[in-house]
């Protein structure tokens, strides 16, 4: 597979597949450029190494064809700004405006096209329209894992157009290096710790996981669904009642394959789903009726920060209650630190899925974890055990 640092970009045009799904406000102004910033290096890379480059995304969820407010139009003036640069753009991705800029295109330049899902066929994945993005370049690279399990044409079909020149950009190459190594090379004592509302949603996770871990940690709303398995009474707590006997399974699982498995003993519950509930602790197994569980307690936390603490590879995924709302933030608040203070001692943390990401944005320890995830979904099904197109089609 080639790879970024050693090709050689001199005179050749990229394609690069980037991930520009960027909100924007009621002025078409960008209010997250995370996505953005984190593309620049390899855009800067491949400018770098004398080749021209040309930028293709999706932005939202157009309905029929061309929308003002998902323009990519609208994200120039920050790429412009980012990389010093005048941005040339393209009305569309693929006829004669794109075709024509293509073929102008200098060593050094960079050419946006129009967003890629104002054609049906992008996410039909459609060959023929796969063909014509491919004709105005030499290289083809993915820089967007958010997008990577999907097989559209600009992430998976096109490669096949592209059989000596295809590679990964620096965000798909890392997402694939960490995950991989939480998943094939991970330094015992391996934790892993899974929140979140649904058990549903963490099953093919947890089936993946279980002959790879020491430890695992369930939390979050879906752990009721595991105590009423278990003969616990749960209140008005979050559960699936169709996958008590899934979670009883998952339970005879771990103890069959030695892995610890941590349900927390207290919570904290509330008379409301709201900030301005009545709250308080309470034993898991006893919640009242009326009441809901929407945090772990606090002996929860010292049993789950200790097991973290002594871990040398940590893979977080979901909050341990509703952490959005500052009386039910301690356990996702206590779980982050622990993972940033194991971190700090030499472990390895990979953290993924949206509302992990958040918390750790929000508690400001980006920096102190080992890998931060862009992926969402994709990295779900990576950690699931599922081949991801996008991925696929560069690894062959």
Known sequence: MKNIDTFDFTDKKTLIRVDFNVPLNANFEIT?????????????????GGGPVILMSHLGRPKEGPEEKFSLKHLIPYLSEQ????????????????????ARLQPGEVLLLENLRFHKEE??????????LSKLADVYMNDAFGTAHRA?????????????????????????????????????PFTAILGG????????????????????????GMMFTFIKAMGGKVGNSLIEDDLLDLALNTIEKAKSLGVNLYIPTDTVIADDFNNDANYMLSDVNTIPDGWMGLDIGP????????????????????PMGVFEMDNFAEGTKAIAEAVAKATGKGAFSLIGGGDSVAAINKYKLKDKVSYVSTGGGAMLEYIEGKELPGVKAIKG
């Open 32 to 48: 997250d450029p995370t996505r953005i910033d984190a593309a620049i290096p390899t855009i800067r890379k491949v400018l770098r």
């Open 83 to 102: 990389l010093d640069l005048d941005i040339e753009f393209a009305d569309d991705c693929i006829g004669d405006s794109a075709r024509n800029l293509a």
């Open 123 to 132: 996410t039909k994945g459609d060959e023929a329209f796969a063909e014509k």
């Open 152 to 188: 559209h044409a600009s992430t998976a079909i096109i490669a096949k157009f592209f059989p000596e020149n295809k590679l990964f950009g620096y965000i798909m190459e890392n997402e694939v290096k960490n995950i991989d190594k939480v998943l094939h090379d991970a330094h015992k």
């Open 197 to 220: 509302a649904k058990v549903s949603g963490k099953i093919e996770i947890i089936n993946n996981l279980m002959d790879k871990v020491d430890n695992l940690i369930v939390g979050g």
């Open 299 to 318: 002996d929860s936390i010292k049993v789950f920060t200790e097991v973290i603490e002594n871990s040398n590879t940590i893979l977080w995924n979901g």
